[in-house]
């Protein structure tokens, strides 16, 4: 099934570390190993053991003469690995690194079995952010298959998960102070079915609780999205009192940019929103909120008697800055949480009475210029270019039309593979890029599978590329075998075509 695999832990690793040696000999993992663990490890200790013996059960016997030990280090930054006949050592000052390298150990056990070759690995990440995005709106993903993707993706070293929860089809975010939109707005007819059948789906409190918990055990921070002030059909279908026109809106069965977007002008949708992002913020730990920003059309705005009261009641020149001054607002609610805005590159424009809070960051989509600008701008950015090898609802082989994705974009492996998040024109101010990520909307993704197809293994090359200084195109094609029986081994559905 895999092409061949080496009996090198330097040939099969990816993240490619930046630092490897390979040695002589193995380490047979059993029942019988010895595990010392430090006190504040403890818990990197059974997550890891847990993944471990969910896809690789201990052994029956063993020799009961090797050790695993997971200790601190005065090394700042970095992880230390070392795997010897009879003992492994792991070591790092921080608990991430910790679980960064016991991630690595489980890597090689994934591809090997329960008996490893020796090696001594000193790594550390390339950049802080290292992230993957999944629209669940477009097309309801369970929690369940929620966590199997981000334990794929621990396993790769990402460290973030963007968590895409409302949009124009459908709203999954569970509100404890409005039913009419936990019913209303998460149904809708289903795409591309001639016969009257809907697609449905909210997730629970305790399916919310449930994910961040894991993705916590895994070091994996989650990004709420909720979209303002376009991409909002969904929410307006509950509550069309909130759009310009007072509707009625239906929920579109297509994707799409429609003009019907949330009234600016109207200080009740405001009120919601501060309801909103406070249950948000209580449900997720995490610093960042996203709150959206893209693809939001104006022209209701200019017939809108609310929206142009507003323009004259802040001295706006445009119906196209009434976004920044929604922008403003949505940020202050956010911060005034205690966390950080996150919004798609738009936010950057129509902002030449208002300005754009300092806060917020950046999230460049539409190519690199929106990151580039806002870096200059002094705001932290985080790059995911859709023309960059990064947008994962993309096919693989635009040429192919049986190949599943959009039709439009291409995004192949080696694109992912030579992606860059820093760009020669930041210079001095390149140090506010936090790091990148793939994104996968699912317009066109029916099932979960779909969506594993179209991440894997593209997110393992884009996972080298944030992680390593130490990349090598032709050598991470060679370990195609072992990335792909990692991926098999946690039962993740990945690619089968060429590797280009």
């Not at 570390?17 to 200790?45: C, L, R």
Request: glycine residues 8%.
């Amino acid at each position: 099934m895999f092409t061949s695999i080496s009996n090198k832990a330097s040939e099969v690793l990816s993240p490619m570390p930046n630092k490897i040696i390979d040695k002589k000999g193995e380490f047979t993992f059993s029942q019988d190993t010895i595990v010392f663990v430090e006190p504040q490890f403890s818990s990197e200790a059974e997550t890891f053991i847990d993944l471990l013996l969910e896809d690789l059960p201990y052994e029956e016997k063993g020799s009961g003469e090797n050790e695993l030990y997971i200790k601190k280090s005065k090394v700042k930054d970095k992880y230390s690995l070392e795997v010897l006949p009879n003992k492994i050592t792991v070591s790092a000052n921080s608990n991430e690194l910790i679980f960064s390298a016991l991630e690595t150990l489980r890597s090689l056990f994934l591809t090997y079995g329960h008996t490893i070759p020796c090696c001594k690995i000193t790594d550390w990440p390339k950049t802080g952010y290292r992230g993957f995005m999944l629209d669940v709106s477009r097309h309801f993903v369970s929690a369940r298959e929620i966590k199997k993707l981000l334990k794929a993706a621990s396993s790769i070293h990402l460290n973030y998960f963007h968590w895409h929860l409302t949009d124009d089809q459908g709203w999954r975010f569970p509100l404890s102070f409005d039913e009419k939109v936990n019913k209303e707005s998460s149904v809708r007819k289903a795409i591309d079915y001639q016969e009257e059948r809907v697609e449905s789906g909210i997730y629970s409190i305790d399916d919310i609780k449930d994910v961040v918990d894991y993705a916590s055990k895994l070091h994996i921070t989650i990004i709420p999205e909720i979209e303002t002030p376009g991409h909002a059909m969904a929410l307006l279908h509950a509550h069309p009192e909130f759009g310009c026109t007072g509707g009625p809106y239906e929920i579109p069965t297509t994707g799409g940019i429609f003009k019907d977007v949330l009234c600016v002008g109207n200080d009740e949708v405001i009120e919601f929103f501060k309801k909103v992002f406070a249950e948000v913020a209580k449900l997720f730990p995490g610093p960042y909120i996203h709150i959206g920003g893209d693809e939001c059309p104006h022209v209701r705005y200019e017939s809108c008697p609310k929206c142009q009261e507003r323009m004259k009641a802040n001295g706006l020149k445009s119906a196209a800055e009434l976004q920044s001054w929604m922008t403003v607002q949505i940020a202050k609610i956010v911060t005034d949480l205690g966390k950080i805005p996150v919004g798609w590159d738009e936010v950057l424009e129509n902002t030449q009475t208002l300005g754009l809070p300092k806060e917020v960051v950046v999230m460049s989509w539409r190519g690199s210029q929106g990151g580039i600008e806002a870096a200059q701008r002094g705001h932290k950015v985080i790059m995911s270019p859709s023309s960059e090898g990064v947008y994962y609802d993309y096919r693989y082989d635009n040429t192919n039309d049986d190949e599943h994705g959009q039709y439009w974009g291409k995004a192949t492996i080696k694109m992912s593979y030579d992606f860059e998040v820093v760009k020669a024109e930041m210079k001095e101010s390149a140090s506010l890029v936090l790091g990148g990520q793939g994104n996968l909307w699912t317009e066109r993704v029916d099932f979960g599978r779909d969506n594993e197809a179209l991440l894997f293994p593209r997110l393992v090359a884009l996972a080298e590329s944030l992680w390593s200084e130490n990349k090598d195109w032709e050598k991470f094609k060679k370990k195609r075998g072992a990335i792909e029986k990692r991926l098999s081994s946690q039962d993740v559905m990945f690619w089968a075509g060429e590797w280009r």
